[in-house]
């Protein structure tokens, strides 16, 4: 247990010690949003599910109160067409976010609807190991390419995390703590190897919002890389701190001025290979190495809403600094940039949103393979957007949406999208009919841009494009969702093993699949969730992407203050690198929570992998067996 990890306990537990029985009842519960409710990230404003052309899956606050002891990562492996390869093993491994046969690349991560990916990173991507379940309200999934909207990235969908409102009493807050086993399915211990707890609080003062959360987590007990012999690895640690703070101050009931700063900060040891001289396999290898990674970020936001519409500013800077040793690897990035968007409404039928963004980006890089020097790393755009809204009275309603986006290496280039879709009733029961055509791009990292070969006049961004068409069907206490789509991608940023170079790998890449998600509430106390992935592409893009998923969940109240739910979790076989198989696997994992003194004190504790499967989602490298987590939630 690390020192940052004793401090923030020490901090919560005398908050919550004093504050537990003093504090009056809230008046302000947290707001519990329905699946049938809006959501924002389809459109950049508040819009009614049933007038989107897309099936936008929400992670809301229920879900997630129902859900403590579980990650971010854990929720989103559960949403149909997301693969995160690295979940099972150790918490200080990369994460492969793979949403429709897709890559880390080709997804834009938001908070508070605000991108976050890092373009000094390989991947440009951001870690979702950086932020914790306590801290959020609710998440969007949006899948298919939304770069109109969203820019670079955006090319097979968009994670939008919506972080906690603040409550309207002068104070309010949450102590949570949780310990628990980290083992692999052949070495099972009960020995606590994994620790977390985190420290809430928020409320509203006159014209002052705020919201300051303080994080630490650790683990251990596992290696990285799995050993082939009798002997042991031996185990890696994992660390992480962070603090996030909000502040908004209420100018008048039109004007709203905001604040945003985080430091997240963490610290994993990893493992690495052996290589045969002869054969060039790769062998799992016990390594002392070890990644330090810092992330501050800042931003300052405007809200205006005026009679007919809304104006928002986003602005931010973000500073990320990554070492490893004993190769003493260096990164740094800076990236700082401003999203300015009016969403204007002409009468109840018909509005458009206006927008112009631009970010600014910088990187420092020291490997043995690539050195970019300080102020040599650097590149800029600039993106004007617009997009179109109609709302008929009779069902119909229709996106249209374009985005230019002007780059100071490569040029410019233009994406669009078109998404109409179709409300209407059988029986009295909701049906929606949806297609969407639409396009995209990913914007080269600083790192493959400045490492390019010299043969290379320009490194091209990707280019994608998708075509998806589904339908939804709804009752009171039964739905039914399925969704077809086609996605082409050109431009591919690719590698080349001769000279460590970036190149565009100019062929044509398909990928193809469905995805079908049914929901069905039983009984007061039962409810069932069941989804399907199918993923079919190229062979050779399909590595670590399992053709097959299918995932089903069953959430049951056994007493008024106790909620259980068991879940089901099938991945088929998949290939890694140097055409090693990976074979299918199941697991099943059970969760449990009861609340005391009316909902003030919650405990709650999970099984997970109740079976011992062994498996391996990344060749050589451990994976978790059975392991139980306990945990406590203290309302304050």
């Known amino acids: 247990m690390n020192k940052q990890f004793v401090i923030v306990s020490a901090l919560a537990f005398s908050f919550a010690s004093t504050n537990l029985f003093a504090q009056k009842k809230q008046t302000q519960k947290e707001k519990v949003e329905s699946l049938d409710e809006v959501v924002i990230t389809a459109t950049k404003f508040k819009t009614s599910k049933k007038n989107i052309g897309k099936v936008v899956y929400k992670i809301n606050q229920e879900t997630i109160k129902n859900s403590q002891g ?9 949403v149909p067409g997301i693969e995160i390869n690295g979940n099972f093993s150790t918490k200080g491994q990369n994460l492969g976010y793979y949403i429709r046969g897709g890559r880390n690349r080709q997804v834009a991560i938001l ?16 870690d979702l190991r950086q932020i914790d379940i306590n801290q959020i309200e609710s998440i969007e999934v949006l899948k298919g390419a939304s770069s109109t909207l969203y820019g670079t990235g955006a090319a097979t969908g968009v994670i939008n995390i919506i972080l906690k409102k603040s409550s309207k009493d ?58 082939t012999t009798n002997t042991q ?38 493992d690495g290979f052996d290589y045969d001289p002869v054969t060039f396999a790769s062998i799992p290898a016990d390594k002392n190495n070890n990644l330090n990674s810092s992330q501050k970020r800042l931003g300052v936001n405007l809200d205006y809403k005026y009679q007919k519409g809304t104006l928002k500013v986003r602005t931010f800077l973000t500073d990320i600094e990554r070492n490893e040793t004993p190769s003493n690897d260096f990164f740094r990035g800076e ?22 963004t631009s970010q600014f980006q910088d990187m420092e890089q ?26 008929s009275n009779f069902g119909l309603n229709v996106n249209l949406g374009t985005r230019v986006n002007i780059h100071s290496e490569y040029g410019s280039n233009v994406v669009y999208n078109i998404n109409p879709s179709y409300n209407f009733k059988i029986n009295d029961n909701d049906v929606k009919i949806f297609a969407s055509y639409s396009t995209a791009f990913v914007t080269p990292t600083l790192s493959e841009i400045f490492t390019k ?48 170079q970036t190149i565009n790998d100019f062929g044509t890449f398909l990928a193809k699949g469905v995805e079908a998600e049914v929901t069905y509430k039983a009984s007061e106390k039962l409810s069932l969730l069941a989804n399907y992935t199918y993923i079919d592409r190229d062979e050779s893009l399909l590595l670590k992407i399992p053709q097959n998923k299918f995932f089903a969940k069953v959430n049951y109240q056994l007493l008024a203050s106790t909620f259980t739910s068991l879940n089901y979790r099938f991945v088929d076989e998949t290939k890694d690198f140097g055409n090693i198989d990976l074979s299918s696997y199941n697991v099943i994992d059970f969760f449990i929570n009861h609340s005391l003194l009316e909902g003030k004190v919650t405990f709650y ?32």
């Not at 579980?70 to 559960?78: F, I």
């Not at 185990?235 to 962070?242: A, G, I, V, W």
């Not at 010299?454 to 009752?475: V, W, Y």
């Open 70 to 78: 579980r990650t971010v990562v854990d929720l989103l492996n559960d």
């Open 111 to 126: 908070i508070d609807g605000v991108n976050v990916n890092d373009p000094s990173s390989f991947n440009g991507d951001f």
């Open 170 to 227: 002068s104070f309010s807050g949450t102590f949570t703590s949780s310990v628990g086993t980290n083992s692999s399915s052949e070495n099972n211990s009960f020995s606590a190897k994994e620790f977390a707890t985190n420290f809430n609080f928020n409320g509203t003062l006159g014209k002052v919002d705020y919201l300051l959360a303080l994080n630490a987590n650790g683990s251990a007990g596992l290696s990285a890389a799995e050993s």
């Open 233 to 270: 690895f031996e185990e890696d640690k994992f660390s992480r701190e962070n603090v996030l703070l909000k502040l908004n101050y209420h100018i008048n009931k039109n004007i709203k001025v905001g604040v945003f700063t985080s430091i997240d900060e963490f610290s994993t040891d990893f």
């Open 335 to 356: 990236v700082y940039g401003f999203d300015i968007f009016n969403h204007y409404k002409f009468n109840p039928n018909f509005s458009f949103l206006l927008g112009f």
């Open 366 to 391: 020291r490997t043995t393979y690539r050195t970019i020097e300080e102020g040599k790393g650097k590149q800029h755009f600039y993106d004007p957007y617009l997009s179109f809204n109609y709302v």
């Open 453 to 500: 070969l010299p043969t290379i006049n320009e490194l091209l961004p990707e280019e994608d494009s998708t075509i998806e068409g589904g339908f939804s069907f709804n009752t009171d206490d039964f739905s039914f969702n399925a969704t077809y789509f086609y996605r082409e991608e050109t431009n591919k940023i690719g590698f080349d093993p001769n000279t460590f």
């Open 605 to 636: 504790g999970a099984v997970t992998n109740i079976f011992n499967e062994d498996f391996q989602e990344i060749a050589g490298f451990t994976s978790r067996g059975r392991n139980y987590n306990l945990g406590v939630k203290i309302n304050l």
